[in-house]
């Protein structure tokens, strides 16, 4: 199994355009999550999906829009991108299946986006 | 509030010492998860340990172990006879039951470099 994939790996984008971060498991995961990890922090939560067609906000969100059509993907789309979205982007997927928090968080190997 | 300290920014150490990454976390709940993660400098997120709060006894893995004390709200990691290999940012982090839009709340990671 590959897990949590993520492309691209690394990308520049110019103030201003716009541009979809995918996120891709192959593990059947219920549950899925976009994380931001700015320099020397933490992972800060900016969307989750607990299935198809049901997504919601997590901590940081404005500036970021998702959809979940699918169990697999769930990108991660970025409008109008501002320097203050530079950061390592984070996707994650969890079984689900207990339908509770706690569950083990399997992660992606990110994506850097640098905003100029 | 909900929140997971890491006072310890970076530790340096020589191989082959002991060395303990502190974990510290507030928390309403009385049901909540603790984790380990890895993040070595290829930077992605290596998942390490999970441990509920019902379960007090500590974990040891290999050259790892996880000492979890709920009296002074502490989950914190020994690497015994460290080698380069560990040298990574280490993350805690706190998955809340009731109260955590399923995200994990994480620390801002401490910086392990093993010299050899």
């Known amino acids: 199994n590959a897990g949590v994939t993520q492309t691209p790996k690394f990308r520049i984008l110019k103030i201003g355009q716009s541009m979809t971060l995918q996120c891709t498991q192959d593990?059947?995961?219920?549950?899925m999550y976009w994380y931001r990890q700015d320099p020397g922090m933490g992972l800060k939560l900016i969307y989750y999906s607990v299935g198809a067609g049901i997504t919601d906000k997590g901590e940081v969100p404005n500036g970021y829009n998702v959809s979940r059509s699918t169990t697999e993907d769930f990108p991660l789309r970025l409008e109008l991108a501002a320097p203050s979205q530079t950061s390592v982007y984070f996707c994650?997927?969890?079984?689900?299946?207990?339908?509770?928090?706690?569950?083990?968080?399997?992660f992606g190997p990110g994506t850097r986006l640098l905003v100029l | 509030a909900q929140k997971v300290t890491q006072a310890q920014t970076e530790i340096s150490v020589v191989e082959k010492e002991d060395v303990t990454l502190d974990c510290v976390y507030e928390t309403r709940d009385t049901t909540y998860y603790l984790f380990w993660y890895k993040q070595p400098p290829s930077g992605e997120l290596v998942f390490l340990i999970r441990?509920?709060?019902?379960d007090e006894q500590n974990e040891i893995s290999g050259r790892y172990s996880w000492n979890f004390q709920k009296s002074t709200s502490s989950f914190n990691f020994t690497i015994t006879a460290s080698q380069v290999v560990d040298s990574a940012v280490y993350f805690c982090?706190?998955?809340?039951?009731?109260?955590?839009?399923?995200?994990?709340?994480w620390g801002a990671g401490t910086k392990l470099i093993i010299k050899p």
């Open positions: 994650a997927s969890s079984r689900g299946t207990s339908g509770a928090p706690g569950e083990t968080q399997y």
């Open positions: 593990m059947n995961h219920n549950y």
């Open positions: 441990r509920n709060s019902f």
């Open positions: 982090a706190l998955s809340p039951y009731m109260d955590s839009n399923y995200q994990l709340i």
